[in-house]
């Protein structure tokens, strides 16, 4: 059994989860050592939560979103198009279990939804802004840290042929270059801004 670390305890505790939470992050923490997890795993979690606790003042209710970060991957099927949609409904049965009131549930639901980085449906409330910035805090890390992550993203994907992968990255890369800010946050975007446009530069221009 994976013992659940200090930081879910206390967690667990601010929001009045009963003992079945431990058992529950035996689960969260199973589903995010299933393969083919390179970069989707506890790493990118822990990864996360140091970005979120720079931040934390910046949120509203910022216990939602760290429940958010604990769950938003918790589901990582690269052949799915339904992972964050199945995370957040892992979250709803946890927080359901423990007894959470519904607009709690129905927050860290809505969270979990935001990292689908779709540029049409940008997040709905401030939260949500920075936990979408947050997970893709990434982009904007120094270029051998990005350049490992891409390395990690192509393990996930390792299925896919090198033309067709090749081909769908670039697309995807290109997509939040294009946008008018990556970030949402002025914290995030005047730190990371620079960096990720470059690092999007460099990687899109490797995948031609």
Not at 117 to 140: Q, R
Not at 159 to 178: D, I, M, Q, S
């Amino acid at each position: 059994m994976s013992e659940p670390p200090a930081r879910w305890l206390a967690l667990m505790e601010r929001i009045g989860a009963g003992s079945g939470a431990e058992a529950w992050f035996e689960r969260v923490a199973r589903c995010h050592e299933t393969p083919p997890r390179a970069y989707h795993n506890l790493s990118h979690v822990e990864a996360c939560l140091k970005e979120f606790d720079e931040v934390r003042s910046l949120a509203q209710r910022p216990d939602e979103v760290e429940l958010a970060i604990w769950f938003h991957d918790a589901v990582y099927d690269p052949k799915a198009a339904d992972n964050e949609l199945r995370s957040a409904d892992m979250a709803v049965d946890f927080l359901g279990a423990m007894g959470a009131e519904s607009g709690l549930i129905d927050a860290v639901q809505k969270l979990i939804m935001a990292t689908l980085h779709d540029a049409k449906v940008p997040p709905e409330t401030n939260d949500g802004k920075l936990l979408a910035d947050v997970d893709l805090s990434i982009l904007g890390k120094r270029p051998e840290i990005f350049d490992v992550y891409e390395s990690q993203i192509r393990e996930e994907y390792s299925w896919v042929p090198h033309n067709v992968y090749c081909e769908k990255r670039r697309e995807a890369l290109t997509g939040f270059h294009a946008r008018a800010r990556i970030y949402f946050t002025r914290e995030f975007h005047d730190r990371y801004d620079r960096q990720a446009r470059a690092n999007l530069e460099r990687s899109i221009s490797r995948l031609k």
